[in-house]
T-cell receptor
Framework: SQQGEEDPQALSIQEGENATMNCSYK?????LQWYRQNSGRGLVHLIL?????REKHSGRLRVTLDTSKKSSSLLITASRAADTASYFC?????????????FGKGTTLSVSS | ETGVTQSPTHLIKTRGQQVTLRCSSQ?????VSWYQQALGQGPQFIFQ???????GRGNFPPRFSGLQFPNYSSELNVNALELDDSALYLC?????????????FGPGTRLTVT
């Protein structure tokens, strides 16, 4: 079953614009992570935010976390054509045996030049 | 790129056949997780191996089985293949109890069942 649900499912923007993707999840978490996937290849870890953090930055990425609303957002500023990919949020439940990640369905971002 | 490798890259099998997919974990990692990603969906957790033992399993039938070897590499075996098994299979390695926890993914094996 999916834990996180990303919104929107697809997003098309021009180079230089900002892209915002949202993720909602269902159960309590230790942390939330965002991954990127280029055209059906492996996933690349982008950023992790812990449950006691509200905001985190990494280069052009800004992630927020609202545990009261069980939601997170990923902002990519000054987007580039190379940012074209699918983006997934993933959670690791705090009481889960093992350390599996539970992924949402993803947001497909298309950046045109 | 991560240090996680998978083989083969692509595979075509017939319904009812069996398949073995392989994964070499990143150096220093003792945990391997396997995921199935259907087209247009997010990865779904199949199972995880830690120190050669299964350490958690998702909602997949017993015909999905695995192994982890002393060097922490891993295999995913699927018996009696069905058309719905067509997907990208991803493995990810990690260090159990690492803080913060992060998984490193391989490039995946694309399995097509006809």
């Amino acid at each position: 079953s999916q834990q996180g649900e990303e919104d929107p499912q697809a997003l098309s923007i021009q180079e230089g614009e900002n892209a915002t993707m949202n993720c909602s999840y269902k159960t309590s978490i230790n942390n939330l992570q965002w991954y990127r996937q280029n055209s059906g290849r492996g996933l690349v870890h982008l950023i992790l935010i812990r449950s006691n953090e509200r905001e985190k930055h990494s280069g052009r990425l800004r992630v927020t976390l609202d545990t009261s609303k069980k939601s997170s957002s990923l902002l990519i500023t000054a987007s580039r054509a190379a940012d074209t990919a699918s983006y997934f949020c993933a959670t690791r439940r705090s009481n889960q045996a093992g350390t599996a990640l539970i992924f949402g369905k993803g947001t497909t971002l298309s950046v045109s030049s | 790129e991560t240090g996680v490798t998978q083989s083969p890259t692509h595979l075509i099998k017939t319904r009812g056949q069996q398949v073995t997919l392989r994964c070499s974990s990143q150096s220093g990692h003792n945990t391997v997780s396997w995921y199935q990603q259907a087209l247009g969906q997010g990865p779904q957790f199949i199972f995880q191996y830690y120190r050669e033992e299964e350490n958690g399993r998702g909602n997949f039938p017993p015909r999905f089985s695995g192994l982890q070897f002393p060097n922490y590499s891993s295999e995913l075996n699927v018996n009696a293949l069905e058309l719905d098994d067509s997907a990208l299979y991803l493995c990810a390695s990690s260090r159990e109890a690492a803080i913060p926890y992060e998984q490193y993914f391989g490039p995946g094996t694309r399995l097509t069942v006809t």
